[in-house]
């Protein structure tokens, strides 16, 4: 089944040609450069920019592939959650072309697709799995019970993991993508130098509380700046990110101890992290887990991700009429 799939939830556009968990082609638009001078994604320039490439992108991975529209079978769509403007761009688009090519139209939740994304290189694995989904705007450990089955065990209750480390990033000087570039400059932890905080939820067992790092960070800079003083950024860098995979690796093992999972997934833009796959990949080791993530290409937006999981909404019976619209906010666990 060759599904042509969208991918338009933030400032990638992108269109993918895949077959099953077969990728024939994955074509990626991004607006990395014009949102740098911002310091983070504009949503109107986003949704402008989306609007002026979604065609050409989608022409581009059908050439990838080597089809054309008429060899199609379905188009899917990320329809949620992510920037309004942008996702209305992706649905409107998709719509459109599933109508004039006469073909079913598959809804697909962004955070779902991120965890197909670990289906694309690991071919023997399947539900059931304990997944983290880390990213900008979203932090969830989640049981994936089916291909379209998932339940929420935990999540932050204010900033996801991504967002507190671009913003703490953002803060030290950094440029956009702040988590990416704190991820390259880190170098090794000072607590003693930096003693910066491990936020309480306060709620259930397994939620996330990332906003006090956050504060943290600002007012450390803020503080260091009146007083005239120098910081050493790739310090401060190293510790906030100790300090997010501390909580983030701590709260998925116990999840995954507490209701009997042997095998953990990792989702999200979050998952490139390069502390968070090596320290992970260790406990898991030592504890006899088996741990997935996907390859670096697929961790951020794509559409190969969005047509993976696609194929199996539709196998599940999800497909959407034309009245399909797009939807800012929507828990993964939606029926």
Same mark, same amino acid.
């Given at each position: 089944?060759?599904?042509?799939?969208?991918?338009?939830?933030?400032?990638?556009?992108?269109?993918?040609?895949?077959?099953?968990?077969?990728?024939?082609?994955?074509?990626?638009?991004?607006?990395?450069?014009?949102?740098?001078?911002?310091?983070?994604?504009?949503?109107?320039?986003?949704?402008?920019?989306?609007?002026?490439?979604?065609?050409?992108?989608?022409?581009?991975?059908?050439?990838?592939?080597?089809?054309?529209?008429?060899?199609?079978?379905?188009?899917?769509?990320?329809?949620?959650? !992510? *920037?309004?403007? @942008?996702?209305?761009?992706? &649905?409107?688009?998709?719509?459109?072309?599933?109508?004039? %090519?006469? +073909? $079913?139209?598959?809804?697909?939740?962004?955070?779902?697709?991120?965890?197909?994304?670990?289906?694309?290189?690991?071919?023997?694995?399947?539900?059931?799995?304990?997944?983290?989904?880390?990213?900008?705007?979203?932090?969830?450990?989640?049981?994936?019970?089916?291909?379209?089955?998932?339940?929420?065990?935990?999540?932050?209750?204010?900033?996801?993991?991504?967002?507190?480390?671009?913003?703490?990033?953002?803060?030290?000087?950094?440029?956009?993508?702040?988590?990416?570039?704190?991820?390259?400059?880190?170098?090794?932890?000072?607590?003693?130098?930096?003693?910066?905080?491990?936020?309480?939820?306060?709620?259930?067992?397994?939620?996330?509380?990332?906003? !006090? *790092?956050?504060? @943290?960070?600002?007012?450390? &800079?803020?503080?260091?700046?009146?007083?005239?003083?120098? %910081?050493? +950024? $790739?310090?401060?860098?190293?510790?906030?990110?100790?300090?997010?995979?501390?909580?983030?690796?701590?709260?998925?093992?116990?999840?995954?101890?507490?209701?009997?999972?042997?095998?953990?997934?990792?989702?999200?833009?979050?998952?490139?992290?390069?502390?968070?796959?090596?320290?992970?990949?260790?406990?898991?080791?030592?504890?006899?887990?088996?741990?997935?993530?996907?390859?670096?290409?697929?961790?951020?937006?794509?559409?190969?991700?969005?047509?993976?999981?696609?194929?199996?909404?539709?196998?599940?019976?999800?497909?959407?009429?034309?009245?399909?619209?797009?939807?800012?906010?929507?828990?993964?666990?939606?029926?």
């Amino acid at each position: 089944m060759k599904i042509l799939s969208i991918e338009s939830s933030c400032d990638e556009t992108a269109a993918a040609v895949t077959d099953g968990r077969r990728v024939l082609s994955n074509i990626v638009a991004t607006q990395i450069a014009e949102h740098r001078i911002y310091g983070g994604v504009v949503p109107e320039i986003a949704s402008r920019r989306h609007t002026e490439a979604i065609s050409t992108v989608c022409s581009e991975a059908l050439k990838a592939a080597g089809i054309g529209y008429g060899d199609i079978d379905a188009i899917a769509v990320t329809f949620a959650p !992510g *920037l309004i403007g @942008a996702l209305l761009v992706g &649905v409107n688009f998709s719509k459109g072309l599933a109508m004039s %090519l006469k +073909v $079913p139209l598959i809804p697909v939740h962004h955070l779902r697709s991120h965890i197909a994304a670990n289906y694309i290189d690991n071919a023997e694995l399947e539900p059931p799995f304990l997944c983290l989904l880390v990213s900008g705007g979203n932090t969830v450990i989640a049981e994936v019970s089916d291909y379209t089955k998932f339940k929420i065990i935990g999540g932050t209750l204010d900033d996801a993991a991504g967002e507190c480390m671009d913003k703490a990033a953002r803060a030290l000087g950094l440029q956009y993508p702040g988590g990416v570039m704190l991820d390259k400059i880190a170098t090794e932890p000072d607590e003693k130098k930096y003693p910066l905080p491990y936020p309480h939820s306060g709620s259930g067992e397994f939620d996330f509380s990332f906003s !006090g *790092l956050k504060t @943290a960070v600002v007012n450390l &800079v803020h503080n260091a700046q009146q007083r005239g003083e120098a %910081l050493d +950024v $790739p310090v401060i860098a190293a510790t906030v990110r100790k300090r997010v995979c501390d909580m983030l690796i701590d709260k998925t093992l116990r999840a995954a101890e507490k209701y009997g999972y042997k095998t953990i997934a990792v989702a999200g833009g979050v998952s490139a992290n390069s502390e968070l796959r090596r320290r992970l990949k260790c406990e898991c080791k030592n504890r006899g887990l088996k741990l997935y993530y996907p390859e670096l290409k697929y961790c951020g937006d794509n559409a190969a991700m969005v047509g993976v999981q696609a194929y199996y909404e539709y196998a599940d019976g999800n497909t959407a009429s034309p009245s399909l619209n797009a939807n800012a906010t929507m828990p993964i666990d939606y029926r």
